[in-house]
């Protein structure tokens, strides 16, 4: 079965400055796709990025860019010049090709953003 | 276009009842799993279906079960609620099987808050 590790429970930052976290991954399936949700207080999960894992290309969505590294099996988020708003729970996901809608979840890591 | 609607958005029931929670996926999906959403065990696949059947399931008793309507909305069922079925439960539809877009995301609903006492 495909896991999805976050090593890092909490994680804080200063408004505007960056912050990365970590996801690591297992899997024996070579096509698959790599997601950041966010969920803020409000539970609404949202997505943040997402990547297929036949793109070498990093994705990047604004202020917003993985490092995923398939190899390592590696899914890092980076997210730059943050903001009051970026606080929130961030979970890495894990999606096969071939399973539909069913998702692999990380345990989360609850971002703070200090004024 | 709307967005995943659950119902409801709270829920407290005792133990040893049964509870049943509703879905209704973006207009078009057809594809809804459901997952269950606690502080230690995080968030976990409960089961998913399409055109009105189960396609996977995941590892639960099966006092928790679902169904699918043919107008896609979807419905999920505890039956003889133990406190440990205290969670947040989070459902997520999808465009899948794609067609075109491989890499779709889920989208997902605010979720039902159940308290079993």
């Known amino acids: 079965a495909q896991t999805v590790t976050q ?7 200063q408004e505007a400055e960056t912050v990365t976290l970590s996801c690591t991954y297992d899997t024996s399936e070579s096509d698959y796709y790599l997601f950041w949700y966010k ?3 409000s539970r609404q999960m949202i997505l943040v990025i997402r ?3 036949y793109k070498q290309q990093n994705a990047t969505e604004n202020r917003f860019s993985v490092n995923f590294q398939k190899a390592a099996k590696s899914f890092s988020l980076k997210i730059s010049d943050s903001q009051l708003g970026d606080a929130a729970m961030y979970f890495c996901a894990y999606r096969s090709a071939r399973d539909g809608n069913q998702f692999y979840f990380g345990t ?4 703070t953003v200090i004024p | 276009k709307a967005g995943v609607t659950q119902t409801p958005r709270y829920l407290i029931k005792t133990r040893g009842q049964q509870v049943t929670l509703s879905c209704s996926p973006i207009s078009g999906h057809r594809s809804v799993s459901w997952y269950q959403q606690t502080p230690g065990q995080g968030l976990q696949f409960l089961f998913e279906y399409f055109s009105e059947t189960q396609r996977n399931k995941g590892n639960f008793p099966g006092r928790f079960s679902g169904r699918q309507f043919s107008n896609s909305r979807s419905e999920m069922n505890v039956s003889t609620l133990e406190l440990g079925d205290s969670a ?9 099987p794609y067609k075109g877009q491989p890499n779709t ?13």
Do not use: K
């Open chain 1, 51 to 53: 990547q297929e894992a």
């Open chain 2, 88 to 96: 947040l439960y989070l459902c997520a539809s999808s465009n899948w």
């Open chain 1, 7 to 13: 090593s890092q429970p909490e994680m804080s930052v």
């Open chain 1, 108 to 111: 989360g890591t609850s971002l």
């Open chain 2, 105 to 117: 995301e889920a989208f997902f609903g605010q979720g039902t808050r159940l308290t079993v006492v």
């Open chain 1, 39 to 41: 969920q803020p207080p």
